[in-house]
């Protein structure tokens, strides 16, 4: 168990609707990451927060926003869903924000596997 | 240009004998990390080791260790004395100072099976 929880597990819902991601870091950490992992294009960093605030954005498509939450919790918003958006989205938090290092090590959620039909 | 090359799609070890996953990376950035994750059946990621740029030592983690050549850029996972449950898909990845601080670019990954 990495520490990092994310909810739902599974998610089914239709072209055109909107669903939200949620994910609680591990304790102490204040970084939070979005990844997102399908059969063509791997996995693929979509966004990062620290602290409550946006620090980098990756392949992150218009349709989908992040926030961080004052208690550090985060959501991941997917509208207008398509069905190429069908995918294993990972939440990851470490310690802080800067780049590599063991101390910043990436723990990662079990996923959430979203079915756009 | 892709960051970590992992060429290997699948690989098959009998249980007990050791196993050598590649890795190639390539960064301009002389201050870089490089990691390897386990993703099993189920679906979850799980960290197994770290090797800075800077660390002399090859890293060691129970019955993984990493083979990390700098000039040649590459940071093979060996696994020894596979065991059945190390069958899984393995993720190298690394993060470097370049366009986004922190983020993990990752390779395509290897299928590791693990015969009896």
């Known amino acids: 168990d990495s520490g990092v929880t994310q909810t739902p597990k599974h998610l089914i819902t239709a072209t055109g609707q909107r669903v939200t991601l949620r994910c609680s870091p591990r304790s102490g950490d204040l970084s939070v990451y979005w990844y997102q992992q399908s059969l063509d294009q791997g996995l693929q960093f979509l966004i990062q927060?620290?602290?409550?605030?946006?620090?980098a954005k990756g392949n992150i498509l218009e349709r989908f926003s992040a926030q961080q939450f004052p208690d550090l919790h985060s959501e991941l918003n997917l509208s207008s869903l398509e069905l190429g958006d069908s995918a294993l989205y990972f939440c990851a938090s470490s310690p802080t924000v800067t780049s590599g290092g063991l101390a910043n090590t990436q723990y990662f959620g079990p996923g959430t596997r979203l079915t756009v039909l | 240009a892709q960051k970590i090359t992992q060429t290997q799609p699948g690989m098959f070890v009998q249980e007990k004998e050791a196993v050598t996953l590649d890795c190639t990376y390539d960064?301009?950035?002389?201050?870089?990390?490089l990691f390897w994750y386990k993703q099993p059946s189920s679906g979850e990621m799980i960290f197994l080791i770290y090797q800075g740029s800077y660390d002399q030592q090859n890293a060691t983690e129970g019955r993984y260790s990493l083979n990390f050549q700098k000039a040649r850029k590459s940071a093979n996972l060996v696994i020894s004395a596979s065991q059945l449950g190390d069958s899984a898909m393995y993720f190298c990845a690394m993060t470097d100072r370049g366009s986004t601080l922190g983020r993990l670019y990752f390779g395509r990954g290897t299928q590791l099976t693990v015969w009896p």
């Open positions: 927060y620290y602290n409550g605030e946006e620090r």
């Open positions: 960064t301009s950035d002389p201050s870089y990390g």
